[in-house]
Structures are given as structure tokens and as C-alpha cells.
């Protein structure tokens, strides 16, 4: 017995560093990257969307362009959201200023943000 407790107390001590490191918190979100102005389309493509960030002035209609083949993308966010398509083009325009996330509902992790600035969004 005293054999497997000298064995048994070190990887109990490795197993709950691996799991706190892995509880360290949740990773960046492509959306939270700097916003590039001056774009009004955003594709889905490659399970993402690019660019992850825009902005804009209010008034200005964004359009999301789904590109990625026969995959299936949505756009959902407060306020706004497509139908479920692998081709086309799904618009919204945004008259308020602020921070508008949105996400594919379809797949985890992808997701985007658009930044009406008050100013003139270039």
C-alpha cells in the first residue's frame, strides 16, 4: 500500500495542474480583433468570418457574402439574423452607434463584430 499512495499523490498533484490549466479561461474570440474600417461586406468562409471586425458609420448596410462551397452559414445577432444558406447574401443596415456581435449558430467559435462609430467610420 505505501508503494501506490508514493505514486498515487504525484499524479493526482499533474492531473489537477492539467486541468487547471486548461480552465485557464476562454480564448480570444476572433471578433475582438481591431476592426478594420472602411469594409462593408464580410465573408463566411473557411468556418470563419473575414475580416472578424468591422467598422462603420450609422447608416451603413453590411453584407455578409457566404463563400465557403456547399457549407452552411447563418448570421445571428441582437436585432439581426439570416436564414441558413451556403450561397448568397444576407444585409442589415445599422442606424445606432455601438458594438454589434453576431455568430454563426451552426458552428462553434465562429463569430464577428461590427463597431458603429459615431464618427465617419473611415
Not at 81 to 87: L, P
Request: include cysteine.
Amino acid at each position: 500500500m505505501p508503494i501506490r499512495s508514493r505514486f498515487l499523490l504525484p499524479l493526482l498533484l499533474v492531473l489537477a495542474f492539467t486541468l487547471a490549466a486548461c480552465q485557464s479561461g476562454p480564448a480570444a474570440s476572433q471578433a475582438d480583433a481591431r476592426p478594420v474600417r472602411g469594409v462593408t461586406t464580410v465573408e463566411a468562409k473557411k468556418l470563419k468570418f473575414l475580416p472578424p471586425a468591422i467598422e462603420v458609420a450609422p447608416g451603413t448596410e453590411v453584407t455578409w457574402r457566404f463563400a465557403d462551397g456547399a457549407v452552411p452559414h447563418n448570421v445571428k445577432g441582437d436585432g439581426f439574423a439570416s436564414k441558413t444558406q451556403s450561397k448568397g447574401t444576407f444585409s442589415h443596415r445599422f442606424t445606432q452607434a455601438g458594438e454589434f456581435r453576431y455568430r454563426c449558430t451552426l458552428h462553434a467559435g465562429m463569430e464577428g463584430r461590427v463597431v458603429v462609430a459615431a464618427g465617419d467610420g473611415g
